[in-house]
């Protein structure tokens, strides 16, 4: 109810704020463009999950102290601590890193962005990384529309950060005219009290101007002109620290849970390290002091003091809080728990068809043919077609060959959300009905467990098969692409001849003649026809790649008796008479329960087919 109130109250407000005021709009657009800015940095980060970017973050992220100084360096040469918070927040999301590493992280980036301060303290210098967004959006959409995997991350990376850096630049353009009305000199009031009052305004500041870096700038020149007293200038620093989390608040708005956790961790992290600031910051001034005598600085310099100051604070609040990180990482694992992700309900299973045999058998078939339902829909997308080119009447051959198009989709959420637990539920139902039902139709729902059983075996086979698949059916090497449709077009013509015969009003289809894909999968099979020895001996495809394509046979070829076996019992006789007269004359072919437990895409079912194959085979030859 309230998601339904909310997003029309959002509009209404936007359409409000750009009524009345054009600045509204361009802060409004920056907002757009930088949480835009995050999902191409987050998808370009995905696509290289397990290659070298994973790798060196694991070596340079793995101990806390690492992060740490990760983290330093990252923004020691970004000059942006909100940027490095933004991209540790899509490693996180991107599941790159651990929450402990991105903590980590945030601490160093905390301490590098002192350095910005002794460079516009010192030299006045400041790297001006807007001025980048343009040239990486219009490389960066170039490699986004590469067919190379790696090109296409780089891409999104790149326009990731073009989009952040516009949309700041935005943010900042709008809230230009705010900025021009700060005048610091109402405010100076001596004590603690004047320390608070300007720690907000630097709070206010920074997330005005989006930028501690602006703030100071601001902060300095104020100083030079005496409109501040050096103590409130020290408070202003402290609430620039803390503010500058707001670009890491409104980068986990697009973030997944973990990116919310890190956020709400960095905001915790620069509070804690505000508050130790202000509580001793006589001691700190004494310690600023001791050290500009040591390393020379004058006593009235009081800019390069102030930068002093930001990394002495700085470095206590990581001190101070660096033993807490575990414990850090429980609070914020409670406070942000994982999501409870919408699981797939069953249908047809409640307690009143329960009442009779009939009525309960014909829901568990109905609930097994939407466990099926779920299952097409994973390994059509799991083999990169869509359902409606397999069901369609089109040439499906032609279908599978000439498509190339790789479906972005998360096949092991999608498994675990709309098969394994339906999947749970339909073992719970028969289990607890089992026992109590006649013999005639507990044979049936034993059938139907065993039916739900291979149509989930089915799906984790397509999983193990879908890795190579996305891989090489957009590879230059014709060979190896022509295999891997070759099982592809092997897989979706089952799948489309199931859907024929489920709905075969006039009787044009039998659920026996499915029984032919096992014989092709059996016959074509490029090991035992002797095609993929030489293909990896005339040098058309490595001994790497007939590896994979021996084991996907494998995988592929335990799909296919699963799903003809599922099929048979969904879609077959269900008259038990019948039933048993196709036993009798010996159609029924389904493979034993236990004949493949553990088979990990060998093959082990089918035997007597293969059998069959090999005589046939050795009277040919």
């Known amino acids: ?36 800015g995050m999902l191409f940095l987050e998808d370009g980060f995905r696509a290289f999950t397990g290659g ?40 996180l999301s991107a599941e790159l890193i651990a929450l402990m590493s991105g903590i980590g992280i945030i601490f160093g980036a905390n301490i590098g962005t002192t350095t910005g301060a002794w460079l516009i303290a010192g030299f006045g210098l400041k790297v001006k990384i807007s001025a980048y967004a343009m040239p990486m959006l219009v490389f960066g959409i170039i490699l986004v529309f590469q067919s190379s995997k790696p090109l296409k991350g780089i891409g999104y990376i790149l326009a990731g950060l073009g989009f952040l850096f516009l ?28 320390l608070f009052i300007f720690a907000g305004i630097g709070v ?91 390393v020379g600085i004058a006593d009235d310099d009081y800019t390069l003091k102030l930068a002093v100051f930001h990394t002495i604070f700085n470095v206590i609040g990581v001190a101070v809080l660096m033993p807490f990180v575990s414990q850090l990482v429980r609070f914020l694992e409670r406070a942000i728990p994982v999501p409870v992700l919408d699981v797939v309900a069953p249908k047809y299973l409640n307690e009143s068809v329960t009442e009779f045999p009939e009525t309960m058998l014909n829901a568990v078939r109905n609930e097994t043919i939407h466990l099926y339902d779920n299952a097409f829909e994973i390994i059509a997308h799991g083999l990169n077609l869509h359902r409606t080119q397999i069901n369609s009447e089109k040439d499906l051959e032609a279908i599978v060959y000439d498509n190339r ?48 059983r291979l149509i989930v075996r089915s799906v984790k086979a397509i999983k193990h098969l879908r890795k190579n698949v996305t ?83 494998g995988y592929a070829h335990d799909a296919v008796w699963h799903l003809v076996d599922a099929a048979k019992t969904m879609f077959g006789a269900t008259d038990i008479e019948e039933m048993e007269t196709q036993e009798l004359i010996g159609l029924d072919d389904s493979d034993d329960d236990d004949e493949d437990d553990g088979n990990d895409g060998n093959w082990g079912a089918g035997r007597e087919v293969l059998a069959a194959i090999d005589v046939s085979q050795n009277s040919k030859d």
């Open 1 to 36: 109810m309230l998601k339904r109130i909310l997003l029309p109250v959002i509009f209404l407000v936007l359409v409000y704020g750009f009524w009345i005021s054009p600045d509204f709009k361009e802060i409004a657009a920056g907002v757009a463009i930088f949480l835009f």
């Open 52 to 91: 070298l970017l994973e790798k060196l973050l694991a070596k340079t992220t793995d101990k806390l102290w690492k992060s740490v100084g990760f983290g330093i360096v990252a923004t020691t040469i970004m000059q942006s601590s909100s940027l490095v918070s933004v991209i540790t927040i899509s490693f």
């Open 167 to 194: 949309g700041i630049h935005y943010m900042k353009e709008g809230f230009e005219a705010f900025r021009d009305t700060i005048n610091l000199t109402e405010f100076a009031v001596p004590g603690y009290a004047g």
């Open 204 to 294: 206010f500041a920074t997330v005005v101007m989006q930028s501690s870096h602006a703030t100071l700038v601001l902060i300095i020149t104020a100083l030079s002109a005496q409109q501040i007293t050096y103590e409130n200038a020290l408070a202003l620093a402290i609430g620039a620290n803390i503010g500058t989390t707001i670009t890491a608040i409104l980068g986990s708005l697009s973030a997944n849970y973990q990116g919310k956790r890190l956020a709400a961790g960095h905001l915790i992290f620069n509070m804690v390290t505000g508050v130790i600031a202000i509580a001793f910051i006589y001691q700190i001034m004494w310690a600023v002091d001791y050290t500009a005598a040591v």
């Open 405 to 452: 198009e790789i479906l972005d989709f998360d096949l092991d959420v999608a498994y675990e959300l709309k098969v394994k637990a339906l999947y749970a539920k339909i073992l719970e139902f028969i289990s607890a009905w089992h026992g109590s039902t006649p013999a005639p139709y507990s044979n049936q729902l034993f059938g139907l467990r065993q039916a739900s």
């Open 471 to 553: 891989r090489y059916i957009d590879h230059d090497n014709e060979d190896i692409r022509r295999e891997y449709n070759t099982l592809r077009y092997q897989l979706a013509s089952l799948l489309r001849e199931i859907n024929l015969v489920r709905h075969n009003a006039e009787g044009e289809f039998n659920v026996l003649d499915l029984d032919s894909h096992r014989v092709i999968i059996e016959e074509d099979s490029i090991v035992k026809t002797g095609s993929l020895d030489k293909l990896i001996r005339e040098g058309k495809i490595t001994a790497t790649m007939g590896t994979s394509l021996m084991n996907d046979q």
